[in-house]
């Protein structure tokens, strides 16, 4: 499977921006899926996870503020960020795990001041 991400930019503190994170070559519908992040000079860290069957789990960090959801009809993967803050700026990557194991290129989110 490739997975394919969009809807990063540039957005101002308090802003929102909407992630999502499309499958081709197979299909997700039945994998857990994560959204995982990267700021320049930290480790590559979990931001929010969604299971086959919807159940979500976020890092401390963004709970409340981000929504992890699944679209079967399209078999994508969002992202919801509201509240967005400048230490939220980082690459944005989705992973699929088993049988994948699969990362796709990622999408910048950079939040300004």
């Known amino acids: 499977v490739q997975l394919v991400e969009s809807g990063g930019g540039l957005v101002q503190a308090g802003g929102s921006l909407r992630l999502s994170c499309a499958a081709s070559?197979?299909?997700?519908?039945?994998?857990?899926v994560a959204w995982h992040r990267q700021a320049p000079g930290k480790q590559r860290e979990l931001v929010a996870i969604?299971?086959?069957?919807?159940?979500?789990d976020y890092a401390n960090s963004v709970k409340g503020r981000f929504t992890i959801s699944r679209d079967n009809a399209r078999d994508t993967i969002n992202l919801q960020m509201n509240s967005l803050k400048p230490e939220d700026t980082a690459v944005y990557y989705c992973?699929?795990?088993?049988?994948?194991?699969?990362w796709g290129r990622g999408t910048q989110v950079t939040v300004f001041s």
């Open positions: 992973y699929a795990g088993n049988p994948y194991y699969a």
């Open positions: 070559g197979s299909s997700f519908r039945a994998n857990a």
């Open positions: 969604i299971t086959a069957g919807g159940n979500t």
